[in-house]
Nanobody, 126 residues
Framework: QVQLIESGGGLVQAGDSLRLSCAAS????????MGWFRQVSGKARDFVAAINWNSAYTDYADSVKGRFTISRDNAQNTVYLQMNSLKPQDTAVYYC???????????????????WGQGTQVTVSS
C-alpha cells in the first residue's frame, strides 16, 4: 500500500493558478499510474487527470484540458497538478490516487484506483 498526502490547495481568484502536489511513500510509486480526482460536497468524485508511470501518457477530463497539466517526479515520489486559468467551477476537494495493479491504461473510474490521499481544498472565487 502507498500513502499519499496532497498539498497546495487554497483560495484564489478566477484566472489565477495553483499547483497541487501529492507526495507518496512506498516503493511502488515509480511503477504506478497516478490520477487526480475532485469532489464537490454531495456529488460524485470526478476524474480530472491521470499519468502513466514514466510520464509518456496523460489523460484529462474535457473540462480541464488545456488548463491543467499533470506531471510526476519519480525521484521525489511526487505527482503534481498544475492548474491555470482557474474557474469558480473548479472549486472542489482534490484527491490524488494510485491506479490498482492489474488495471490497464489510464482509467477514469475511481474504482480502478486504490490508495487515496486525504484531499486538499481548492476554492476559486469569481
Amino acid at each position: 500500500q502507498v500513502q499519499l498526502i496532497e498539498s497546495g490547495g487554497g483560495l484564489v481568484q478566477a484566472g489565477d493558478s495553483l499547483r497541487l502536489s501529492c507526495a507518496a511513500s512506498g516503493r511502488t510509486f515509480s511503477s504506478s499510474a497516478m490520477g487526480w480526482f475532485r469532489q464537490v460536497s454531495g456529488k460524485a468524485r470526478d476524474f480530472v487527470a491521470a499519468i502513466n508511470w514514466n510520464s509518456a501518457y496523460t489523460d484529462y477530463a474535457d473540462s480541464v484540458k488545456g488548463r491543467f497539466t499533470i506531471s510526476r517526479d519519480n525521484a521525489q515520489n511526487t505527482v503534481y497538478l498544475q492548474m491555470n486559468s482557474l474557474k469558480p467551477q473548479d472549486t472542489a476537494v482534490y484527491y490524488c490516487a494510485r491506479r490498482k495493479f492489474g488495471a490497464a491504461g489510464l482509467p477514469r473510474g475511481m474504482f480502478h484506483y486504490d490508495s487515496w490521499g486525504q484531499g486538499t481544498q481548492v476554492t476559486v472565487s469569481s
